[in-house]
């Protein structure tokens, strides 16, 4: 299967998944990576990688709708079987989840429904809990509420603050996100109302 990831940031969770496409049981290989900061690490991993990468900012564009359109085609050029948002940073608009129906997912360093959005490591750790984790979801047009394909529960610790509560959960994300789509490639995946099953 062909994946194109979109990161904004340093990229461990796609450089995660380049580390699986080398293994062929993975059953998919990262085609493209495209991000909306030309200064993103995971641009610089990519092209370390030998992958098709792109930058694709908003700054360019007269308009946000312009820059949804202008990162829709950027990614379709890729012709990708699944879109993995690792660490994007982007609301993405209806159309351009509609030229992917179904086959974009996302990775949250949170347990869904909780503490969606920006800020879900530093919400968790202020609310207090004792377990988070991570969630890989299908986006939807909401923020973070999309059907739930897999998770991982991470423990908060006493004295964690948001760094070291965030770096334990990438432990955890990126090994649920390589399994994850690694089976969603394999195996496929069916979205019936809120649940999303392998197979
Ligand atoms: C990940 O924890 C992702 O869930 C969150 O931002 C982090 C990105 O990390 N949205 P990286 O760029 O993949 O290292």
Redesign the pocket.
Known sequence: ARLVVL?S??????AALLAAHDDVAFGARVVGVVSDKPAAG?LDLARDAGVASVAVAPADFADRAAWNTGIGEAVEVFRPDWVVL??F?RILSPEFLARFPQRVLN???ALLPAFPGAHGVRDALAYGVKMTG?TVHVVDDGVDTGPIVAQAAVPVLDDDDEAAL?ER??VA?RSLLVETVGRAAREGLRVAGRRAVFG
């Open positions: 990161a940031g340093g990229g461990s969770n796609l995971a690792a660490g940073m990775t949250h360093p991570c965030h959960i990438k994300e």
